[in-house]
């Protein structure tokens, strides 16, 4: 049914959810699960997304941050994973735009992302599913996480 299954995680409890959920469409279809975390531009401000709010001057440490973090979250899926390929990407940029740019760099037929922000002024005001679902090259599954 896929091939290639793109889902983002930051780390957080409600991506983990997604990231279950995408493991195990993976296993069924015999996909590749890509795992996209993007981090904040350090020129522009903070921090690795995914790793708290960190004041960083140097995008170098900025960029090795967010692949260590990546490898460790990279890790923990290949663990649920048991066998599934999975390719990690990190990137700078605002998250709902890598992950679109990540799916149609790995022409990906689905995109999970987790339902976290979709609710409330968050909903209103912009939120990662939300911009996920309306510029995504292919479907998009939003996982119930919050």
Request: with cysteine; net charge neutral.
């Amino acid at each position: 049914m896929f091939s290639k299954i793109v889902v983002g995680t930051d780390g957080s409890d409600t991506a983990a959810a997604a990231v279950s959920l995408a493991v195990e469409l993976a296993r069924q279809s015999g996909a590749t699960l890509h795992l996209v975390s993007a981090y904040k531009d350090p020129a522009t401000s903070v921090a690795v997304a995914h790793a708290g709010a960190v004041a960083v001057s140097d995008p170098a440490l900025t960029t090795a941050a967010a692949q260590e973090t990546c490898k460790e979250l990279q890790a923990r899926a290949v663990r649920l994973a048991e066998g599934i390929p999975v390719e990690c990407h990190v990137v700078c940029g605002p998250p709902a735009d890598m992950i679109v740019k990540v799916a149609e760099g790995v022409d990906a037929d689905l995109i999970v992302v987790g339902s976290k922000g979709m609710r409330g002024a968050r909903r209103i005001i912009g939120s990662v599913p939300n911009s996920v679902a309306h510029n995504a090259p292919c479907h998009v599954l939003i996982a119930k996480t919050a």
